[in-house]
Nanobody, 124 residues
Framework: QVQLQESGGGSVQSGGSLRLSCAAS?????MAWFRQAQGKEREGVAA???????EYAESVKGRFTISHDNVNNTMYLQMNSLKPEDTAMYYCAARRDSALAYSLRLKQIYYIYWGQGTRVTVSS
């Protein structure tokens, strides 16, 4: 069993920055950030695998950076140049096994463990 706890959400103005954290209690191989805006489906934002692979959604490339602290098994999402359209509930997700193609790592159906979410609001 893996427990995930997100932190770091908040409210910022357009162009601002936030850093999200996700602390995992158990062993994980793949961790990812997802987000869900009001009235929209949950979408993958970024994924980090212990094989070194990193995936980003096109909408956040060049603005968001995902990283992972192996010692504490904590994942981070540095979000810069935030836009109002980044406003959403952000969720941390994880899976233990490594058998997942890169092209599938931003699809929520493949993740078993989820955090409760942290809200990000970007005002214009």
């Amino acid at each position: 069993q893996v427990q995930l706890q997100e932190s770091g959400g908040g409210s910022v103005q357009s162009g601002g920055s936030l850093r999200l954290s996700c602390a995992a209690s158990g062993s994980t191989y793949l961790m990812a950030w997802f987000r869900q805006a009001q009235g929209k489906e949950r979408e993958g934002v970024a994924a980090f695998g212990k094989d070194g692979n990193i995936e980003y959604a096109e909408s956040v490339k060049g603005r968001f950076t995902i990283s992972h602290d192996n010692v504490n098994n904590t994942m981070y999402l540095q979000m810069n140049s935030l836009k109002p359209e980044d406003t959403a509930m952000y969720y941390c997700a994880a899976r233990r096994d490594s058998a997942l193609a890169y092209s599938l790592r931003l699809k929520q159906i493949y993740y078993i463990y989820w955090g409760q979410g942290t809200r990000v609001t970007v005002s214009s």
